[in-house]
């Protein structure tokens, strides 16, 4: 096992991990922007190394300091959280160079599935189900027209290197199609470098389900369920639940065996995501493999009992998976609500500031992850997303009501939250009744 291991990421992801690895007996190395110098996660770990100025190119961006704080604090691992380095090949292969472990898949797994367009040409030759699309990826509009043609009307634009929904726009005919395509590219250049695009048929008023995958370089992969993300806005997920409502244990069964097969089609080891659309026919799409721990792991932790970020860590140090399938007994319902630093009613607008006044709620079944305390100061820099609140309970009713009765305790005094509006949403009728999509938002707030 490890004896020290670098995070190189920030906020509630980072003290996530320095969690789990304390629970193992790991020494951790936080590395934080010189605008996270009183940042928890700076202050939790053993070590901590100022890696360079707040912008994220660099500091959590820069693969060079990254390494250079790992080889000088001697840590023999790196843990890339989410965002940030934790898709990226190149560092991977840097990793490899400088033997340091990466936790998380290899560089040539993540060009074969973090590359969407490759992902889909990958699954459709291994049998997995894929909404009809581009085989093959475009790269100007006029041929990407001549096959939107093929596909059929309304199509999906998709940047290959996307995410966060960058890169990403809806072509309804012929008439919007080229610009629509240039405006999705132009965006895909700008934040992922990248001018790889791909066409999917749109699939109207899906929802958004994904399986949670695990698994190690002996073969093994396990499942852990499916989490409902339907709820989100712009493509950035709000509220996450699992299990889904919205599935019959058959679809569940055919849904998770399918998510084993895309990984070891591709021989993936780590935790992973496969991202699938579910139709109003019952019939479910491969949309994308997220090749690193999801936001919303919380959520299956707690109805699987499995905690991931252990898992990814026994992965990496060559360890076989502490569970069997037949082992894992899915219990109760668990809701994810994320706490954003925004004002929604200025269209979600962050809301960086001085945290005046802080309390966070606990109890049976209730877990809160974040990095922020009283008097902690919200970088503009980074991501809006300040907490996490997770609840478990033995059904989703049970599961809803412990969430609004833990959001009515949250106080965040100082900044504007999307607290109220989160809380708002438990209470649609349509959201209760689990008649929800991807459109949930639009639909039902201006």
Known sequence: MFQKILIANRGEIAVRIIRACREMGIKTVAVYSEADRDALHAQLADEAVCIGPAAPSESYLNMERILSATVATKAEAIHPGFGFLSENSRFV?????CNVTF???????IDRMGNKSEARKTMMEAGVPVVPGTKEPVYTAEEALEAAK????PVMIKASSG???????????EADFSENFNTAQRESVNAFADNTMYLERYVARPRHVEVQIVGDRFGNVVQLGERDCSIQRRHQKMIEESPSCAITEETRKKMGETAVLAAKTVGYESAGTIEFLLADSGEFFFMEMNTRIQVEHPVTEFVSGVDLVKEQIRVA????????QEEIQMNGHAIECRINAENPAKNFMPCPGTIENLYIPG???VRIDTAVYNGYHIPPNYDSMIMKVIVHDRDRESAIAKMRSTLGEVIIEGVQTNLDFQYDILNQKDFLEGNVTTHFIEEHYE
């Open 93 to 97: 292969e840097m990793c490899e160079k």
């Open 103 to 109: 936790i998380g898949p290899s560089a040539a797994v």
């Open 150 to 153: 093929e596909i059929g009307f």
């Open 163 to 173: 995410g966060g929904g960058k890169g990403m726009r809806i072509s309804e005919s």
């Open 317 to 324: 140090a060559g360890l076989p998976l502490s569970v069997k």
């Open 363 to 365: 109890g049976n079944g």
